[in-house]
């Protein structure tokens, strides 16, 4: 059941003026309550718009309400529902009980959407700020959003602005493959209160405090795209730096977590060289319950928790690759999701590349993907006629399968070929300048393209064949 609450303000909403460098702003009090799996919050945003439209409707994603009960669209697949619901089923919600700023109501495919009214039309070049007060309740699933046997899971937690598309505020559905989570930068102040058995792993640089039973984090992170936490009784933590960076990384089970550590800052040192400077001031990598390898966020990474030992540095390396490839340079993962996961796919071959250590080598990663992608398209071809275009939206794959194919290994396989084609040189220009030009954007994969077509014309010719599925593997 979703609430809700209208509080309309007398005054205008924070209507004003904006330059084009001031960054949209989140503020953030929550509170955690383990004993009735609750998440409460008060945030107070500002957003400006930046487009050529008035704004009569503004909307944001409420992602946990793919957790309630009846949801459209699950937050995983049958296959992995087993082991991701520890307890059996589980359920969560998010309910907005106040909005002060505009009149509000629940929308969207799956109840997916606040739309908001703000008290008057927001023009481009204006502001409008929102003050929101919601409760979101938290499954027990080991997933993004989640409580997990050993960890707290705290992701797509809040309203989110809606990213801005050509026909108006873009509206996602949650789905069960892939990120679905398409965002904008802006700036975080975050101050979150719990028991102070739990440390905290987040997005961002904070303190702690500590009053009685309970502690504070105050946490600032600015020019990200989301923010994420993830809470537990049971961390160890390890540090370290790379290229002047504190790395930290806060592990349960992990049998070497000095390796680990090494991973993630020799993969942060290799990429910064390699794509250009990392922009953020820290970098933390958690190990946490998952079902799947990894999951990113600005300055966070998360790994599951039952890799085996042989994968970590492997996930590593790809889940650090996203902070070029997601988080600094950002993209339509819902539609283009092979954008970010197959650059990130080759980094970490790249990496291994470079670290022989790890035990994995460039040669052996390429001939998995290709073999994994060929047996993918024998099965493909027998029972659907063959699934091989790459750009589509998330919710248009037939499953984890062929998502995981069509994304990852076809993705890999791509920018390989490219590299074959363009040459060291020109290949590597390429990727610099796409990371230069485009940080801090979502950017199209025309943008992406058009870096490499510019050194080699053939270039374009081999990303249509592969993302139109009309090449052979």
């Known amino acids: 059941m979703v609430v809700l609450v209208f509080a309309m303000l007398l005054v205008s909403p924070g209507l004003a003026a904006c330059g084009a460098e001031t960054p949209d702003r989140y503020t953030m009090a929550l509170i955690y309550q383990p004993e009735t ?22 909307k944001f994603q409420l992602w946990p309400n793919a957790f309630r009960e009846g949801a459209k669209y699950l937050p995983v697949s049958e296959a992995y529902a087993p082991a991701v619901y520890y307890k059996g089923a589980s359920f969560g919600e998010i309910s ?13 495919e799956d109840e997916n959407i606040l739309e908001v009214v703000p008290s008057a039309p927001v023009y481009p070049d204006e502001s409008v ?48 493959c892939g990120d679905p989570f398409v965002n904008g930068t802006a700036d975080y102040d975050v101050t979150f209160t719990l028991p102070a058995e739990y440390h905290v792993a987040h997005t961002g640089a904070g303190t702690r405090s500590e009053d009685g039973e309970l502690a504070t984090y105050h946490v600032i992170a600015e020019d990200v795209r989301d923010f994420a936490m993830v809470c537990s009784e049971q961390f160890s933590v390890l540090s370290a730096e790379a290229e002047g960076i504190p790395v930290t990384y806060c592990y349960l089970d992990d049998a070497d977590p000095a390796r680990t550590l090494v991973a993630a800052t020799q993969s942060l040192s290799y990429y910064a060289e390699t794509f250009g400077t990392y922009e953020y001031p820290s970098y933390t990598v958690v190990e946490t319950g998952f079902p799947y390898g990894g999951m990113e966020y600005p300055m966070l990474s998360l790994i599951a928790d039952d ?18 490839w997601y988080a600094m340079i950002g993209s339509d993962q819902y539609h283009e999701a092979w954008q970010d996961e197959g650059l990130a796919e080759f980094s970490a071959a790249l990496f291994m590349e470079s670290y022989p ?12 993907s290709e073999n994994a992608y060929r047996a993918y398209y024998s099965v493909s071809s027998q029972l659907t006629g063959g699934e091989t275009a790459m750009r589509r939206a998330l919710v248009d794959f037939t499953g984890d399968y062929a998502y995981r194919n069509l994304v990852y290994d076809k993705g890999f396989i791509l920018f390989d070929r490219l590299r074959q084609t363009m040459g060291e040189t020109r290949f590597f220009a390429a990727v610099k300048e796409y990371a230069r030009a485009h940080k801090g954007t979502i950017a199209s994969p025309e943008m992406l393209i058009s870096c490499f077509a510019s050194r080699a014309p053939q270039a374009e010719g081999i990303f249509n064949a592969f993302l139109d599925g009309l090449c052979v593997i």
């Not at 250590?357 to 998995?368: M, N």
């Open 129 to 176: 700020t929102f003050t929101m007060t919601f409760t979101v309740i938290v499954p027990e699933i080991e997933h993004r959003l989640g409580i997990g046997e050993k960890t707290v899971n705290l992701a797509h937690f809040y309203p989110v602005l809606c990213a801005w598309g050509g026909d108006g505020f873009c509206e996602h559905v949650y789905t069960c």
């Open 96 to 108: 907005v009980t106040s909005v002060d700023g505009g009149e509000a109501r629940i929308a969207g």
């Open 37 to 58: 799996r609750t998440l409460s919050g008060e945030m107070t945003a500002v957003f400006y718009n930046r487009t050529d439209t008035v704004w009569e409707t503004v």
């Open 307 to 324: 890799l085996p030992s042989q994968d970590i540095p492997l996930v590593v390396a790809h889940e650090t690759a996203h902070q070029w």
């Open 357 to 368: 250590e790890y035990g994995r080598t460039y040669a052996e990663l390429l001939s998995e």
